[in-house]
């Protein structure tokens, strides 16, 4: 079934986060995505915060950049939301925005050498194995988690060039792009990432999931959203004007379902001047999929 869920962007505050989870909730959104983006929120801790305000919503993340963290402190952190929270954490990583990685020391030679390595490990501890790797950047010597889920989570990836897409599709259960996706890419998407599967011999579905910037109301909303394309993008691609009422705004993320998404995630414009508001359109469009 097509999912429809909302993020929380870090351009609002932390505390505005617990009345957005819980807003979203009653809305019935249901999942709300978070971000790490530097230097803002830490996705960890507002998503145990998000998970423990509320008591069926499911938070994403997307993504936690992999130089932050070594892998088994990361799989430390999942596996106990994990339990404490079972099956509503869908974790993400990704290779963290490279200037960012270098203002903390963290930017890695080989972002892909780093995802090869981490993403496989990372799914092993979560799987209750111990694990044992030397490689050019995670290093395990017979590491097994005490406390690993009764059920490991999937494990998301970011990814845009068509190397790292592969390679999502060889280590991770999932591929996350980016707003600014259009229909068409997320069909490419799609395919380099069953090719990566096929590549490693992985049986299963793969999932996909966009975030898409949309507003709700009139004419102001879709004008908002056609800046917005327009100062960050360059250009506006008339598939990814998402904007009205939840009917319309259904209507115009269809065309990503039928391209190969199984999950569609609403994006606040910037400056979304009404968040609950805006939960309660994205609830809207969510019932319409049901």
């Known amino acids: 079934m097509p999912r429809i869920g909302a993020i929380f962007t870090p351009s609002f505050p932390p505390e505005a986060l617990r009345g957005a989870a819980q ?17 803002r929120e830490s996705a960890f801790a507002a998503a145990s915060a998000a998970l423990a305000w ?7 993340i997307g993504v936690a950049p992999m130089p932050f963290r070594n892998v088994a402190a990361l799989a430390m952190e999942i596996a106990t939301m994990e339990r404490l929270f079972p099956g509503r954490l869908i974790p993400g990583v ?53 406390w690993p889920p009764a059920q490991a989570p999937v494990v998301m990836a970011a990814g845009e060039g068509p190397k790292t897409v592969r390679l999502t599709g060889e280590v991770a259960d999932g591929t996350i792009l980016p707003d600014g996706s259009s229909p068409d890419r997320v069909a490419r998407t799609l395919a380099l ?3 990566g599967r096929t ?37 506006v691609d008339p598939a990814l004007v998402v904007a009205g009422a939840p009917e319309e705004v259904a209507a115009a993320v269809a065309p ?12 606040p414009r910037d400056g979304e001047p009404d968040l609950n508001a805006f939960l309660a359109g994205v609830g809207a469009v969510s019932r319409l999929y049901a």
């Not at 579905?205 to 993008?233: C, M, N, P, Y």
């Open 54 to 60: 509320t008591e069926r919503l499911k938070i994403g």
């Open 94 to 146: 990704g290779h963290g925005v490279l200037s960012w990685m270098g203002q903390i020391g963290a930017r890695v030679a080989s972002p892909l050498t780093l995802m090869r390595e981490y993403v496989p490990a990372l799914r092993s501890l979560l799987a209750g194995e111990e694990v044992t790797f030397a490689g050019r950047y995670v290093s395990l010597d017979q590491v097994r988690l005490d």
């Open 256 to 267: 990503f379902f039928d391209a190969g998404a199984t999950a569609v995630i609403l994006q």
């Open 23 to 39: 807003a979203a909730e009653a809305e019935g959104v249901p999942e709300l995505w978070l971000w790490e983006d530097c230097f």
């Open 199 to 235: 590549a490693a011999g992985r049986a299963g579905s793969h999932e996909l999931v966009v975030f898409v910037i949309a507003a709700f109301g009139g004419e102001e909303a879709r004008t908002a959203v056609i800046d917005q394309l327009q100062r960050t993008k360059g250009e």
């Open 193 to 195: 990432a069953l090719e």
